[in-house]
């Protein structure tokens, strides 16, 4: 009995286990000299990212030929990086990690799938574009604002 009590935390988390996007290469290739503004905040105009992203297109498409796709992804103010693409039914959430991604979030936008994604700031959420769709305001956690008669 104490054998399948040890067991059964393992099989719940593995069974719990998220989608991690590695390796990440958050570095950038030289330093940035900042000056403050006058309310002490820095902003650096150029980011670097590298990411493999051959899993998420696996999860959502079965597709393992990463290059056919283009992926669209954004980061919110918190610091989440939202990812999707054409043909998606959802938009990934992801966390930083110990130089990883970690999934934080799944959000379905899309039963029959994503023809033209495109993502814009619209503070502290993001906005989804779809075609001619009505866009879609997203948080960290979910749909934030539906289209007019869309389910939720």
């Not at 999934?103 to 495109?118: D, F, H, M, R």
């Amino acid at each position: 009995m104490k054998h399948v009590a040890t067991i059964f935390p393992l099989l719940f988390l593995a069974a719990c286990s998220s989608l991690t996007l590695k390796p990440v290469d958050f570095s950038w290739p030289i330093e940035a000299e900042l000056k403050p503004d006058r309310k002490g905040v820095v902003q650096e105009e150029r980011y670097t990212m590298s990411v493999n992203v051959t899993s998420v297109i696996w999860e959502e498409l079965k597709d393992s030929t990463a290059s056919r796709h283009t992926i669209h992804m954004i980061r919110d103010v918190k610091g989440y990086y939202y990812i999707t693409a054409a043909k998606f039914k959802n938009v990934y959430v992801f966390k930083h990690g110990d130089g990883e991604l970690v999934q934080a979030n799944k959000i379905l936008v899309s039963e029959s799938g994503l023809t033209s994604p495109a993502f814009n700031q619209r503070a502290p959420n993001v906005q989804l574009i779809n075609g001619k769709e009505k866009p879609i305001l997203l948080s960290n956690t979910g749909v934030e604002q539906q289209p007019e008669g869309a389910k939720k």
